[in-house]
């Protein structure tokens, strides 16, 4: 029985790293990114992502590391998803609309913000920093045939993400490199993504790593469509140009669709996950008549099939929601009906109680959107 023991044949730590080698031979020739006038092939995304991590070891990034990453959508946000942690470090990227003075930056060994950007940053985050090179001069500068650096343990950090926010300050969350794993292929099957799909980036990566669609999309060698902002014009655009199979959008971006000037039924199906709050029934009615497939996800920031492995500098926060009971308490309410459905119903912290009454937001939200003259709604208790 000693000989069923793990060993360097049979064993080597999980990672979404190794996607990418594949994607590399498998689909070598086929189309990885498309951004305006630029594109990629797979074995190009491979040799650049090779080059940016043996540049970063070169710049003296160190295992463990954490280098952080302030950009859009565009082609380089997408490539240092993989580049980063295979230069051993840990990836970070930092959601755009939170505030820097929230965010605990004293950790960071360096800063990779897109030139769109910099009016964005703050000055505590940047006044320390000197200038290096532009991302391209970096990466020139690097081994296209970089040995990178696979994790010692799978249960090794892989990216530190903040969560959005939703229900107290931003909480910096560390996922390892088998938890990303996992994460990545639930995603692929539960949403049932085919081979060579074609994804439209509406999703900002920075948002829980694109839901891990990056790592994602090199398993099933698709075609990255790139958008920098996400604008209802380009998205029904780009979707025609570019015969769009599967695209992420929040229910606000479902609601800009569907009341769009543009509005128009497409000529092909194009599913669509949506998540982050409950979507109206009358825009989820309104979206699916013109074409687009919609499945309404659940995501958690701290969640891919493995729990979040800790909060960055809060053990208080790590051991409110991490009970020794075994279970992870998110602060959503939700009810399990006769047949088995999970139900989310709300944040727990968002139900509005008048006259000792419990009122859900959402559904009070879903009656304001059946009103025709009712573009958004948004409903919040009154302190």
Known sequence: MELLLPNPANSTPLTTLGFLDRAATAYGDSPSIVYNNVSYTWLQTHCRCLQMASSLTSLGIQRGQVVSVVAPNVPSMYELQFAVPMSGAV??????????????????Q??????????????????????????????????????????KSEWDPIVLNYTSSTTSCPKGVSLSHRAILKKTMDALVDWSVSNQPVYLWTLPIFHANGWSFPWGMAVVGGTNICLCKVDHSQIYRLVQQHKVTHMYGAPVVLNMLSNSPNLKTLDHYVQILTAGSPLPAPVLAKTESMGFVVSHGYRLTETGGIVVSWYLKDTKGTCKCMRENGWFYTGDVGVIHPDGYLEIKDRSKDIIISDGENISVSKLESVLYSHPAVNEAAAVAKP
């Open 110 to 151: 360096l800063i990779l913000i897109d030139d769109e950007m910099v009016s964005l940053g703050s000055k505590s985050t940047l006044s320390n920093s000197h200038f290096l090179d532009h991302y391209e001069g970096i990466l020139e500068d690097g081994d296209p045939k970089f040995k990178w650096l696979r994790p």
């Open 91 to 108: 990836l970070n990227n930092i959601n755009t609309r939170l505030d820097a003075h929230t965010l605990n930056t004293k950790h960071l």
